[in-house]
T-cell receptor, first 115, second 111 residues
């Protein structure tokens, strides 16, 4: 099976712009989670989706949003970008109802640089 | 605050030696998972151990879990230069669908 794919892999934006990141889970996986990784804060949970429903949300401002489509593909959007949003954004998928209850399979990430 | 905290933050050893990393957490968990990350890339799952398990093995990896002490350890035996990476523990609670990661241990294996 193909792994989790994320597009784009690298992105440069300026403050105030918005960005949309895409994640395609492993075929058959229905749970998709997003994480932000920065040197200062480490890996932090953003949100998790299952069957197009957000089941859990991390402690991030409303500028961070996401959605999941009927084919389980997911997107996350960050509006009004700030310098501190520069990070590696990781998407992970897991089968069935799992979320964090089972192994999560991570994509290669999207590295976002905000100037 | 982080649910899991790894110790040490950095570890440097020679090829062939064993590497031990520890993880402590704060609340009751459903499971604890270990992941590896090579130089800012995606995370690779290593082992998942459930709260009712005490030890699991996978190849050169051995993970223990002590729920009374809220701690886990990851042992890599006969290390190789290719094991050089950051290692993270992550915990999952019964009540939600997310993983909470520690800050990781940077392991360097010198050839």
């Amino acid at each position: 099976k193909a792994g989790v794919t994320q597009t784009p892999r690298y992105l440069i934006k300026t403050r105030g712009q918005q960005v949309t990141l895409s994640c395609s889970p492993i075929s058959g996986h229905r749970s998709v989670s997003w994480y932000q990784q920065t040197p200062g804060q480490g890996l932090q949970f953003l949100f998790e989706y299952f069957s197009e429903t957000q089941r859990n949300k991390g402690n991030f401002p409303g500028r961070f949003s996401g959605r999941q489509f009927s084919n389980s593909r997911s997107e996350m959007n960050v509006s009004t970008l700030e310098l501190g949003d520069s990070a590696l954004y990781l998407c992970a998928s897991s089968p069935l109802l799992a979320g964090g209850q089972e192994t999560q399979y991570f994509g290669p990430g999207t590295r976002l640089l905000v100037l | 605050s982080q649910q899991g905290e790894e110790d040490p933050q950095a570890l440097s050893i020679q090829e062939g030696e064993n590497a031990t990393m520890n993880c402590s957490y704060k609340t009751s968990i459903n499971n604890l998972q270990w992941y590896r990350q090579n130089s800012g890339r995606g995370l690779v799952h290593l082992i998942l151990i459930r709260s009712n398990e005490r030890e699991k093995h996978s190849g050169r990896l051995r993970v223990t879990l002590d729920t009374s002490k809220k701690s886990s350890s990851l042992l890599i035996t006969a290390s190789r230069a290719a094991d050089t990476a950051s290692y993270f523990c992550a915990t999952a609670l019964n009540s939600n669908y997310k993983l909470t990661f520690g800050k990781g241990t940077l392991l360097t294996v010198n050839p």
